[in-house]
């Protein structure tokens, strides 16, 4: 073997690298004087969570955006979300593409670790097809929202708010300016009756969430007439758990006076489903969270440990690992073998592959939760949230990021970065190429159950 070739990035070392590099930069752009509103720069751990957070599209913040950042700032915090949601490899496909760069082997076994594509074949064509599905609906999303934003306030501010949340609400990162007008950290609580809002950014969390083989998948459909597994299972899936968290949401808060009791019946079930919505990855809200009952902020955990799709702005176990997972416990209640969903087997590697990424997000969860008990003074379920929801780039948050020392505020950035780019992926990136074994050892039975 080559010494070129012994010392050539693994495409998930690539992308363990590009987003760390992303991260950095982004940090240092958000520590500058010209960044904050009132010239006053920004602490280091303070920026370097903020970068992490938009870079990894969570929504984790520190600081409100809308006060405490200048244009310049929430300029690069939006790039860094545009850049976090597409993926860095992504957009530097599409400019060497502008500029008609040949696309090597090696730069497409890297799109396909961002994309969590099953082929090499077809990439290029999903790539353009990611960008021009990504930029119509944030497109869209900016006219709808900033015709909304226009009853309250000038038409620039109304344009740039559109454009400012289109992007953070698709991409699923959570972060919001409405401090600057309604107080910091108010997120959507203004909105929270307001049905057309409501429907404009639970639409833009879905699109963003479903994963953008699903996207493509659906716009072929007409042509086709066919879905993919993959698109079956998550659809079904993301309706199930939207409905059931909704309903679950909403019989719990009804009678809680400092959520949704004072609302009418059809507001709080608009405000349920869109808790539901933004719990697996969209990162706002437009009810205090904090004020919620114990199981309804359980109940949230659970949603945003489980997540979106694969291949989307979103993150989590995702959607398609947990249904592996339920499909695993009614195959095994019925006797059967296989797990079969829509009439096809899965593979044995996806069942396994399902397993692992779950207990591996599982024991990163309870040990950052358990971690974060011993560092702050929180009761630990606040605390076991606040990292779910950084593993899973969800956002949500129970008022506790701004009170965090900074080693919280540390490991919490390593949980987002994970969060992004997988356990396994970094797994992949450290260790070295596994060998087919040679020798199989004979069967062995243990006693469960």
């Known amino acids: 073997m080559s010494k070129r070739k012994k010392n050539m990035l693994s495409p998930a070392k690539v992308l363990t690298f590009g987003f760390a590099l992303t991260i950095t930069i982004g940090a240092f752009l958000l520590s500058l004087g010209p960044a904050s509103a009132g010239g006053k720069k920004l ?130 990162a959570g972060f919001d300016l409405f401090g600057k007008i309604h107080g910091p950290f108010s997120g959507l609580a203004e909105y929270a009756g307001d049905p057309f809002v409501n429907i404009v950014v639970m639409a833009l969390i879905v699109l963003g969430g479903i994963g953008f083989i699903v996207i493509s998948d659906l716009v072929s459909y007409r042509r086709t007439r066919r879905l993919t597994l993959h698109s079956k299972v998550v659809l079904t899936m993301t309706l199930i758990l939207t409905v059931v968290g909704a309903l679950t949401m909403l019989a719990i808060e009804s009678s809680n006076p400092h959520t949704l009791q004072p609302m009418s019946w059809t507001n709080r079930t608009m405000a349920a489903f869109f808790h539901s919505v933004s719990a697996r990855s969209g990162g706002l809200s437009t009810v205090s969270v ?61 069942i396994i592959k399902a397993i692992t990424q779950t207990w591996l997000a599982m024991f990163l969860v309870v040990f950052v939760g358990m971690a974060l008990s011993a560092l702050e003074d929180h009761a630990f379920l606040p605390l ?47 260790t070295s190429k596994s060998k087919k074994e040679l020798l199989r050892y004979p069967e062995g039975k243990i006693i469960i159950g």
């Open 43 to 172: 602490g280091l751990t303070d920026a370097f969570f903020t970068a992490t957070s938009a870079t990894c599209v969570t929504g984790l913040a520190v600081v409100d955006t809308g006060t405490q950042f200048s244009l310049f700032g929430q300029i690069v915090i939006l790039l860094l979300v545009q850049i976090g949601g597409l993926g860095f490899t992504t957009i530097g496909t599409l400019i060497s593409l502008a500029f008609n760069r040949r696309i090597s082997l090696r730069d497409r076994l890297v799109l396909q670790e961002t994309l969590n594509y099953n082929a090499i074949g077809g990439l290029l064509q999903l790539i353009i097809k990611i960008c021009v599905y990504t930029f119509s609906i944030e497109f869209v999303g900016a006219l709808l929202l900033a015709a909304r934003f226009f009853r309250d306030m000038p038409l620039g501010q109304a344009l740039y708010f559109g454009v400012f949340h289109s992007v953070s609400i698709f991409n699923n």
């Open 290 to 350: 904090s004020d919620m009952e114990q199981s309804s902020q359980f109940l949230l955990i659970l949603l945003m440990f489980i997540g979106a799709a694969p291949g989307s702005t979103g993150g989590g176990i995702k959607v398609t690992v947990f249904a592996i997972l339920l499909g695993a416990i009614y195959a095994m209640i019925r006797g059967k073998e296989d797990i079969v969903f829509f009439r096809e087997r899965l593979s044995k590697e996806s």
């Open 384 to 430: 076991l949230f606040e990292a779910t929801s950084a593993f899973a780039t969800a956002g949500l948050s129970l008022d506790l990021t701004p009170e965090l020392r900074n080693i919280s505020k540390w490991i919490l950035c390593a949980v987002m970065f994970l969060g992004r780019i997988g356990p396994l992926t970094l797994a992949y990136a450290f």
